[in-house]
């Protein structure tokens, strides 16, 4: 475990030795996304583009559910391996696996019995809105299988171990782009192929992942005896995870929102959109993959007792992900065609993706702030700070923003796109707020005692 211990060492070095498997984890990640989208595209008409889009933002947001919530024990595990208790991480660990087998089944049948009813909610278009439907069922089905897929990155990423679930999702990458080249260009089966694809490749994954832990030299023994839900650890599990999934929740939901905002402008926008996320997913993935890592590294240091390492590693990961973003700004911003192009051929489409991309470019300099302030505060278990910055953002800014463009734009994709970056201003100045009230409570706690 000395490799994977935070709490000494120079700070830039070990953390991104962390960042970077999670970086390539979260790009191959991407490509499940990015290669239905692709295959899709070029192997299918713009109906299928359309219901992916749609479809993939719906099981995104609930997956993103379950990823935000499984913080819970990733911040948890990894305070605990900072504090040097190991039999509590395993016990959390073992009542986690709990919780989240009752949520995939639960996240199962609401995805099969309400496709048509999101679907419906999503306004997805008419000529697209059988084909969503069937995608979110599909997906649905396999949602056990999404929750322990992303349950197990986030074991491994709480014990500082970033580089097993880089190889889980470089596996189930692999199979994905096998089995969307199988089911949608070989047999012909359109979205619902690469809904199938990517949950078996999915399921793929998980059964090597299973593999894999147990032949891993774990800081505790882990036995069955340990997979048991234990009341103390659920309460700690969901006093960090719930207010970071619920923040995601509705963030996701804002993002919902929009979508069916853009629907409502026909098909080609619809696909723009969906092309301009899939580019978005890439983009940021350098700040996304930040926000990870501080988490962990946040909270093993701030169980050892140690704050001001856990400022620098704040201010460090600022600073790499800002450069990143500058980067990332200009490619955007002035060649987003080149981007949007690989995913369609469809030139209205491309064009649609740019306009909204545009928007998110601007996003790129400000969410390399943004997202480590949100891992540094989730590593720190001021996670109901994140919940409320989240949900300022969507609800005073982006959602308002974005009703407001589409009566006033023009159908410009761009002025609706506008609302995320503004959202994102709001958040980050809350968070400098936060940072500061935080600290000098900190320093009066100490003055005190």
Partial sequence: MKNNDFTSGAILPKLLKFMLPVLFAMFLQAMYGAVDLLVVGQFADKADVSAVSTGSQIVMTLTNLIVSFSMGITVAVGQRIGQKRPDEAAQTIGTGLVIFAITGLVFTVLSLF?????????????????????????????????????????????????????????????????????????????????????VMAQLISVAVSFVMIRHAKLPFDFHKDKIKLKKSYAQVIFRIGTPIALQDFLVGISFLVMLAIVNRLGVTASAGVGVAEKVCVFIMLVPISFMQSMTAFVAQNYGAGMPQRSKLALKTGISVSFAFGVVMFLLTFFRGDLLAGIFSQDADTVQAAWDYLKAYAIDCLTTCFLFCFIGYFNGIEKTKFVMLQGICGAFLVRIPVAFLMQHIGNGSLFLIGVSIPCSTVLQIIMCFAAYHYFNKNDKMLTENT
């Fill in 114 to 198: 309400g496709a048509t009813g999101l679907a419906s909610m999503m306004q997805a278009p008419p000529e697209a809105f059988d084909t969503t439907a069937d995608y979110i069922r599909i997906c649905g089905g396999g949602f056990l299988v999404i929750t322990a897929y992303n349950l197990l990155g986030s074991i491994f990423r709480g014990l500082g171990d970033s580089k097993t679930p880089l190889i889980a999702v470089g596996i189930a990458c692999a199979f994905n782009i096998i089995g969307d080249l199988l089911f949608v260009a070989v047999f012909g089966m359109g979205a619902s192929g690469a809904a199938l694809a990517t």
